[in-house]
């Protein structure tokens, strides 16, 4: 899996890249078909690890989620062609709001730049309303230089936007929000 790329046809249209690059993120509701999303939680049900990255060797998986045409389209938009397909595959289903994370923190391994090099890209395959603690964005954060260990005593920002989504969907946002 490791280096392998792709293309496709690009989705986006110039205002919704624009609304990424000044939001940083992106919300496509509800693409993935029903049948991948049951799929998908039979297959986290059995395999507990907080990195099923296995899960990225199930074809049906490749095709409904990570070359779902709507989002790697937009992947496409962002990143340009050939962009590099995952390696990695993490499990982040909790029970409710996970206070475990420290409060605001910047993900992976942040390095700030005005560029889109990397994306990060989130797959909820089942409903997630505010109450199941979705993960929340500040829109246009990623344009402003930030230290993580800076942000953890934060509870809560004015303008935060929690993804709150129904089953199927995929969250795209800039890698350094």
């Not at 029903?34 to 395999?47: G, I, K, Q, S, Y």
């Not at 090099?117 to 344009?143: A, I, K, R, W």
Request: proline share 6%; net charge negative; aromatic share 10%.
């Amino acid at each position: 899996m490791a280096g392998k790329t792709r293309d496709c046809e690009p989705t986006l249209t110039d205002s919704d890249v624009l609304d990424f690059c000044r939001n940083g993120y992106l919300l496509l509701e509800g693409v993935v078909d029903e049948d991948v999303n049951r799929r998908t939680l039979e297959f986290v049900a059995d395999d507990t690890y907080y990195e099923p990255t296995s899960i990225l060797d199930e074809d049906w998986f490749m095709e409904g989620v990570v070359m779902n045409s709507e989002a790697a389209g937009a992947v496409r938009c962002l990143l340009g062609a050939g962009f590099h397909l995952p390696v990695l595959m993490s499990n982040h289903r909790v029970a409710g709001p996970y206070a475990g994370t420290g409060g605001w923190h910047v993900d992976g391994n942040y390095d700030f730049s005005p560029e889109v090099n990397y994306l990060q890209v989130f797959y909820y395959p089942q409903d997630t309303p505010v109450e199941s603690g979705p993960t929340q964005v500040l829109p246009g954060s990623h344009l402003i230089r930030n230290k993580a260990r800076f942000m953890g005593h934060l509870n809560g920002i004015r303008g935060a936007v929690p993804t709150t989504s129904p089953a199927g969907s995929i969250f795209i946002t800039a890698y350094q929000i």
